[in-house]
């Protein structure tokens, strides 16, 4: 047990890049949101280990293979690292909705496998996503959740989520702003009334 882990965890689509409703199926279709790569490099140079748990049902579905998966990631990495960043390990649940997993978030098991790999308790580690599926995995798995208004619920009023979100849930415009906020160069996080 490393008690000096400094671990961040992040979803990909809508926190780090572009999310599409078509899926990002090649490295051309991969576009990182504004400052996203410079954000990650920051954490790393804090010392913070970053860590991905994705979903990746369009592997399920038959969208795009194993290869393809591995070439956007790949584009991902070679981009981050221009930038003086990296992502220490990628998780991705490769299941379709109706297979039953539990690895899909909702569900947890991505940040049980973390858990699991770093021989760390997740409790308190910042968890980074942009949907509400985020942050129930996030709660589930022990994490912090920070929600970035970045992806799909890129309209929800930070100051009034929806009571399906976990009561702890911070908000922030985007992945630079929760940097800010974990290095302490800004204020709190957005204080959520219900």
């Known amino acids: 047990m490393n008690a000096h882990l400094k671990l961040v965890i992040l979803d990909r689509d809508g926190t780090i890049n ?24 920051r954490l790393n140079h804090a010392g913070f280990h970053v860590v991905l748990a994705t979903n990746q049902s369009g ?3 038959g969208l795009f293979d194993m290869a393809a998966l591995n070439a956007v990631h790949a584009h ?5 690292a221009a930038l003086g960043g990296r992502i220490d390990a990628i998780f991705y649940c490769p299941h379709a ?4 997993c539990s690895c899909r978030k909702p ?3 991505l940040l049980h496998q ?13 968890y980074v996503g942009d949907s509400l599926r985020d942050m129930l995995a996030a709660q589930a798995g022990g994490c912090r959740p920070h929600l970035v208004l970045s992806g799909r619920h890129a309209m929800v009023d930070p100051t009034r ?17 929760f940097v800010d ?7 709190p996080a957005e204080s959520l009334s219900r």
């Open 114 to 126: 973390i858990e699991e790999r770093y021989g760390h308790s997740l409790s308190g580690v910042p």
């Open 107 to 109: 569900a947890p098991g």
């Open 76 to 80: 991902m990495l070679k981009t981050l």
């Open 181 to 187: 906020h974990l290095l302490g160069e800004t204020g």
């Open 161 to 177: 989520l929806p009571p399906e979100f976990p009561v702890q849930t911070l908000v922030h415009a985007d992945l630079g702003a």
């Open 18 to 41: 572009r999310a599409s409703e078509e899926f990002v199926k090649s490295p051309e279709e991969w576009h990182p949101l504004p400052g996203a790569l410079e954000a990650i490099s």
């Open 97 to 100: 909705a109706e297979e039953g």
């Open 59 to 61: 592997l399920g579905r």
